[in-house]
């Protein structure tokens, strides 16, 4: 229950400093829709999730009404189709892909996620075909998101996957040249994916999920900074647990949204996600954050530091709140998304380097980065490596959104939450020879636990 205090506390935090619920995702099982004709699947698929999710925008929608929270995206995410395409060729796979536009434009919602494949030991038929297709059904379709695991601790990295999956970005970002390769921008490449994830474009229903489920992702980034500067000149420890106190309040409005929509649409509570996840406006930024602890700005030496802080801080005040804390949960760094991401990036402090080395401490790794047009298919699969290679060593989730479009010093912009970003260079030298070696890079000894 919520006192008093804690009511005022959320509506200022709700009016004045940009807390929202980022998403409410339902998750709907697919097995049940196999089928060995193309025709008959994508029918099945189709009427199971209209028929699962009728109810998930009213109902989000009632909730804003009722609490006075804004739930800015209400979301599904499907069975990973690749393990429904077996029979399929690439061709079907699109066909399928459109079908999960349709539902989804039917429905009202904003995005719809498991246009996926998990291929980190190896990749199956339907792996193949949902790869293949993946540059025809993004440039095609507006709401449907996709990715692709290729590395665990445990398998290690798939390195055919990770050259495959340099040439799928190079080819969707040529299929949607024309709008600034917005496809790229809902097509990420996972190391150790979670299978509760509810924000996009990453979010796929696990095969160890039930029927349905009900994921919240909360917000916050504004929240967080905001609290740090009222603290003023303490010490870091007092930063820590100034964190630690805010995203406490923060994931108790996810979980009291979770739990209501649970009972509303009589879905299983499935986790909250209590990342702080940045919009393009401005003070809803975790680069902010980093900024209010002292560093002058976002990307200067100490940035790593202040972010590990932030993202451990986040947690422990989190897990506190919610029976049920998941998905990736932490601090996300996406660079088009966050106004002061954008800033640092544009006046030069925030270099690809720089965002890598981030990486290794943050919620997920290089997010929603434009880098040049014309970058070749090698250089993306060797920035795929580089990050996954850190996720697989330290036994985390790591991901990359790369959007090749324009050329350094563009912007290029999305709109919505998707936002803007200024176009940062590569590495002029190449990495195409070790790409082309393919193979496995084996499992890191860590992986040995049982």
Do not use: W
Request: net charge negative.
């Amino acid at each position: 229950m919520f006192d008093t205090k804690e009511i005022i506390e959320t509506i200022s935090m709700i009016r004045e400093e940009c807390l929202d619920i980022r998403t409410v995702t339902m998750g709907i099982s697919l097995y049940d829709c196999q089928s060995e004709d193309c025709n008959r699947l994508c029918t099945r698929i189709y009427d199971r999730i209209m028929t699962s999710a009728a109810d998930l925008v009213k109902t989000g929608e009632d909730i804003e009404k009722k609490y006075g929270i804004p739930i800015i995206n209400k979301r599904i995410s499907v069975t990973p189709i690749a393990l429904m395409a077996g029979g399929l060729d690439p061709d079907g796979a699109v066909k399928v892909a459109k079908v999960l536009d349709k539902a989804a434009c039917e429905l009202g919602v904003n995005f719809i996620g498991g246009f996926s494949a998990l291929v980190q030991k190896g990749c199956s038929n339907g792996s193949r075909a949902v790869i293949s297709a993946i540059p025809q059904a993004l440039a095609e379709t507006q709401r449907v998101c996709s990715s692709v695991n290729v590395a665990s601790t445990k398998a290690g990295i798939n390195m055919d996957a990770v050259a495959e999956m340099g040439r799928i970005i190079r080819q969707t970002a040529d299929l949607t040249a024309d709008r600034d390769a917005i496809g790229c921008a809902k097509l990420v490449v996972f190391a150790n994916v979670p299978e509760d994830n509810p924000f996009m474009a990453g979010a796929f229903h696990g095969i160890g999920e039930p029927e349905r489920v009900i994921n919240v992702g909360v917000s916050g980034p504004g929240v967080v900074a905001s609290a740090i500067r009222r603290k003023g000149d303490c010490n870091l420890t007092e930063v820590a647990e100034t964190i630690k106190r805010t995203a406490f309040k923060i994931t108790r409005v996810g979980q009291l949204v979770a739990r209501e929509a649970s009972e509303r649409l009589g879905v299983p509570f499935g986790i909250v996600d209590l990342s702080l996840a940045p919009t393009p406006a401005v003070g809803d930024s975790v680069a902010y954050i980093l900024e209010s602890m002292g560093l002058e700005k976002c990307g200067c030496h100490g940035t790593t530091a202040a972010l590990a802080m932030l993202n451990d801080a986040v947690k422990k005040g989190g897990v506190m709140a919610s029976s049920h804390v998941g998905g990736l949960s932490g601090a996300f760094i996406p660079v088009s998304e966050d106004a002061g991401m954008i800033e640092a990036a544009r006046c030069g402090a925030l270099s690809l380097d720089k965002l890598e080395a981030m990486t290794a401490v943050c919620s997920v790794g290089l997010d929603m980065i434009a880098i040049p047009g014309d970058t070749p298919a090698e250089v993306i699969s060797g920035i795929i490596a580089d990050e996954i290679s850190i996720g697989v060593v330290n036994t985390k989730t790591t991901a990359v959104r790369l959007i090749p479009a324009g050329k350094v010093g563009d912007m290029v912009s999305f709109g919505g939450l998707l936002g803007e970003a200024p176009v940062i260079p590569v590495s002029k030298y190449s990495p195409a020879q070790f790409i082309r070696r393919g193979g496995r890079i084996p499992a890191p000894l860590q992986s040995l636990k049982n």
